[in-house]
């Protein structure tokens, strides 16, 4: 089955720096990679994703990058704020019609100090 | 962004009893919704997938006895936790897949459920 790596598990950044969050998928297959954002007691919040069929995508201050024969993709976010400090997760999925789940990894903690 | 809700959002109970969480898609219709547990400091683990109108799937390890799931209409799945002990407080989120075409279909997250057993 899929397996998802991500890495750094803890990152420490200055208001204003970038962060970038690694993940690494095992199944080729897959097709998917959505990006979520966890704060202290709430459920995931969608904050971008990506499609095998694309490169990369930006929203505003936030990136995803896919390399599909490397089967890694990165998220990206420059000019970092406080708020921006939460758990973030990075999953992957296979296609299905009528949606398979999502393999998520272990989450990265990210601290922006103002 | 499609909207998920999950109620209660925080329970207590005593061992032995029974909990039901809801988990509700909000404006839109879900042929499918996920079961996740999630522990503290830890990522999400499926639990189970939930089809409208047939039997959930359940993943390795999880017991379906225990963890009843009921997908009875296109907005509503229910996740009851029968005879609940200590190490079943946990943090339970659902998820509904939302079909919007080939390259908008997503999963939404409800807001977890969180809940302690004495």
């Known amino acids: 089955g899929e397996n998802v790596e991500q890495h750094p598990s803890t990152l420490s950044v200055q208001e204003g720096d970038s962060a970038v969050i690694k993940c690494t998928y095992s199944d080729s297959a897959s097709n998917y990679f959505p990006w979520y954002k966890q704060e202290l007691g709430k459920g995931p919040q969608l904050i971008i994703d990506?499609?095998?069929?694309?490169g990369e995508k930006k929203d505003q201050r936030i990136a995803v990058t896919l390399n599909k024969t490397a089967k890694h993709f990165s998220l990206h976010i420059t000019e970092t704020q406080p708020e921006d400090s939460a758990v973030y997760f990075c999953a992957a999925t296979l296609p299905g019609q009528a949606g398979t789940a999502l393999i998520f990894g272990k989450g990265t903690t990210l601290s922006v100090s103002s | 962004g499609a909207v998920v809700s999950q109620h209660p959002s925080r329970v207590i109970c005593k061992s032995g009893t029974s909990v039901k969480i809801e988990c509700r898609s909000l404006?839109?219709?879900?042929?499918?919704m996920f079961w996740y547990r999630q522990f503290p400091k830890q990522s999400l683990m499926l639990m189970a997938t939930s089809n409208e109108g047939s039997k959930a799937t359940y993943e390795q390890g999880v017991e379906k006895d225990k963890f009843l799931i009921n997908h009875a209409s296109l907005t509503l799945s229910t996740l009851t936790v029968t005879s609940a002990h200590p190490e079943d407080s946990s943090f339970y989120i659902c998820?509904?897949?939302?079909?919007?075409?080939?390259?908008?279909?997503?999963?939404?997250f409800g807001p977890g459920t969180r809940l302690t057993v004495l």
């Open positions: 404006d839109f219709q879900a042929t499918t």
């Open positions: 990506i499609r095998s069929n694309v």
């Open positions: 998820s509904a897949f939302h079909r919007g075409g080939a390259s908008t279909d997503t999963q939404y």
